[in-house]
């Protein structure tokens, strides 16, 4: 098994920053990918970032703002949110495909942390 805690979120105005950070736990071989996502009151879960092999996408309503990052032996995904608006309000979760060592691949969510950004 594994688990993602997430940590970082919290009540901040407009323009301001926040780093979040998810940290996973559990016998794991591999990190295949990890990402974040958010869900805001009344709109579908979607991807705001997310970290492959292949480099790091975004959505695009954060392109410049935020910043994902990796710490493969710590275990640990980041992700750095600046310029901070109101329309970010929403509860972040963690979520990465890691590979045990037995070769299996599991896919893991956060409890979530909440971001609001209000005056």
């Known amino acids: 098994q594994v688990q993602l805690v997430e940590s970082g979120g919290g009540s901040v105005p407009p323009g301001g920053s926040l780093r979040l950070s998810c940290v996973a736990s559990g016998s794991i071989y591999n990190i295949k990918d990890m990402g974040w996502y958010r869900q805001a009151p009344g709109k579908e879960r979607e991807l705001v970032a997310l970290s492959t092999s292949a480099g790091r996408n975004y959505a695009e309503s954060v392109k410049g703002r935020f910043t994902i990052s990796r710490d493969n032996a710590k275990k640990t995904v980041y992700l750095q949110m600046n310029s901070l608006k109101p329309e970010d309000t929403a509860v972040y979760y963690c979520?990465?495909?890691?590979?045990?060592?037995?070769?299996?691949?599991?896919?893991?969510w956060g409890q979530g942390t909440l971001v609001t950004v209000s005056s």
């Open positions: 979520n990465g495909r890691f590979t045990f060592y037995s070769g299996s691949l599991i896919n893991a």
